[in-house]
């Protein structure tokens, strides 16, 4: 559904939003410590053989893709002079795919019973 909202995002100008300096700064920083929680999480539990917590942290990791795309929108809400909203529109097709890409490999990697 994320890719389907931002691949409309790709044809439609004008639907620029703005934030203030600070808030695109503050989602930067809990995007990117999510993003290194969350791997590191997932890298961590893949080693321990935890397929459970695995799969928590690669949700978590999906997500912070996810507000990858908002970080990028919120930071060129003010240092971008033109009209971002196709860049933004991609950036969201990329990230939901690669969100999409990660759950796929979850359904696909069952563990084995032992």
Known sequence: MYIIY???LLFVT???THYPHYAA???????FT???VSLGGAIMARRNN???IEAIKLTNFSSSLISLSLTQTAIMSFSYKGDPTFYNGLSGI???????LIGLYMILRT???D
């Open 50 to 52: 935890e397929p459970v």
């Open 111 to 113: 563990p084995t019973g």
């Open 34 to 36: 999510e993003i290194a």
């Open 6 to 8: 931002c691949s409309k």
């Open 94 to 100: 990329i990230f939901g795919a690669l969100a999409a």
């Open 25 to 31: 700064f503050i989602i930067a920083a809990v995007t």
């Open 14 to 16: 004008g639907s620029r």
